[in-house]
T-cell receptor, first 113, second 110 residues
Framework: NAGVTQTPKFRVLKTGQSMTLLCAQDMNHEYMYWYRQDPGMGLRLIHYSVGEGTTAKGEVPDGYNVSRLKKQNFLLGLESAAPSQTSVYFC????????????FGPGTRLTVT | GEDVEQSLFLSVREGDSSVINCTYTDSSSTYLYWYKQEPGAGLQLLTYIFSNMDMKQDQRLTVLLNKKDKHLSLRIADTQTGDSAIYFCAFDTGRRALTFGSGTRLQVQP
């Protein structure tokens, strides 16, 4: 049982480049989330999904897109990266909205120059 | 929305007790959580408390909830060097995701 995995672990992009972050979970969870973590600001929700084929905006969705074509995968896309998107990105999943625990991936450290 | 405040840093000596505090504004959460983040890793659920409880004890961890003052605390007894990490309080605010505090970095000195 791998839990929640994220690829890649590290990435450096130039301003204007695009990339996709992949999150995968093998726990058959319905809910999946993308957060970004910045120093002194905790984690902020970017987008989330309540099931296969559904996505919704979180607190800071601008500049990001997501897709959930398969239940086990949740993709986060940056179409035109900006230095303000330099951050550590965490994916998480949970059984349901009422579940008391979210399971987190190890994070992706993204630097945009 | 939820406004959550935590102090940024706490330093204690090994064997002492640590108390990490969190204040919040939205009292509608069903559960209140403490997550731990070790260096270079994701967050891991440490413990949680149901909103109708005042206290929960789990081995070396004690969670206190003061609903009147909107104050949540985590006490770690007999703090060890392995407890050095960042601790986040978090709340479910009915938006199908969690709202996190900014995190408290706990440094345990031998």
């Amino acid at each position: 049982n791998a839990g929640v995995t994220q690829t890649p672990k590290f990435r450096v992009l130039k301003t204007g480049q695009s990339m996709t972050l992949l999150c995968a979970q093998d726990m058959n969870h319905e809910y999946m989330y993308w957060y970004r973590q910045d120093p002194g600001m905790g984690l902020r929700l970017i987008h989330y999904s309540v099931g296969e084929g559904t996505t919704a905006k979180g607190e800071v969705p601008d500049g990001y897109n997501v897709s959930r074509l398969k239940k086990q995968n949740f993709l986060l896309g940056l179409e035109s990266a900006a230095p303000s998107q330099t951050s550590v990105y965490f994916c998480a999943s949970s059984y349901s909205a009422g579940s008391y625990e979210q399971y987190f991936g190890p994070g992706t450290r993204l630097t945009v120059t | 929305g939820e406004d959550v405040e935590q102090s940024l840093f706490l330093s204690v000596r090994e064997g002492d007790s640590s108390v990490i505090n969190c204040t919040y504004t939205d009292s509608s959460s069903t559960y209140l959580y403490w997550y731990k983040q070790e260096p270079g890793a994701g967050l891991q659920l440490l413990t949680y408390i149901f909103s109708n409880m005042d206290m929960k004890q789990d081995q070396r961890l004690t969670v206190l909830l003061n609903k009147k003052d909107k104050h949540l605390s985590l006490r770690i007894a007999d703090t060890q060097t392995g407890d050095s990490a960042i601790y986040f309080c978090a709340f479910d605010t009915g938006r199908r995701a969690l709202t996190f505090g900014s995190g408290t970095r706990l440094q345990v000195q031998p």
